[in-house]
């Protein structure tokens, strides 16, 4: 059984960084398509940012770019997101998903396992 489990969450202030992380057990990432996605207060859950399998793609919402970076580490099993510049409309529960390989990234919700999420709270 997949699992994954985020960490990496925390209050930073505006302008800030943190870093995000994905630990899964169960399946090897390396073999899998990967995204970040995020929910904030009262809104549905949207798209931040894929990664393709073997890592050779990757997208992310418009509202991220040049900010965010997800990168994965086959080593450690696990997936990231750095995330510079933070907003305070980029507070939400961040949630890691896991996919089938693909060979372009997957930025809708079909995705097969997902993590609990982490929370990041951006002060202004």
């Known amino acids: 059984q997949v699992q994954l489990v985020e960490s990496g969450g925390g209050l930073v202030q505006a302008g800030g960084s943190l870093r995000l992380s994905c630990a899964a057990s169960?399946?090897?990432?390396?073999?899998?398509?990967m995204g970040w996605f995020r929910q904030g207060p009262g809104k549905e859950r949207e798209f931040v940012a894929a990664?393709?399998?073997?890592?050779?793609?990757?997208d992310y919402a418009d509202s991220v770019k040049g900010r965010f970076t997800i990168s994965r580490d086959n080593d450690k099993n696990s997936l990231y997101l750095q995330m510079n510049s933070l907003k305070p409309e980029d507070t939400a529960v961040y949630y890691c998903?896991?996919?089938?390989?693909?060979?372009?990234?997957?930025?809708?919700?079909?995705?097969?396992?997902w993590g609990q999420g982490t929370q990041v709270t951006v002060s202004s």
């Open positions: 169960g399946r090897t990432l390396s073999s899998c398509s």
């Open positions: 990664i393709s399998w073997l890592g050779g793609n990757t």
């Open positions: 998903a896991e996919n089938r390989p693909t060979l372009v990234p997957i930025t809708t919700t079909s995705y097969d396992h």
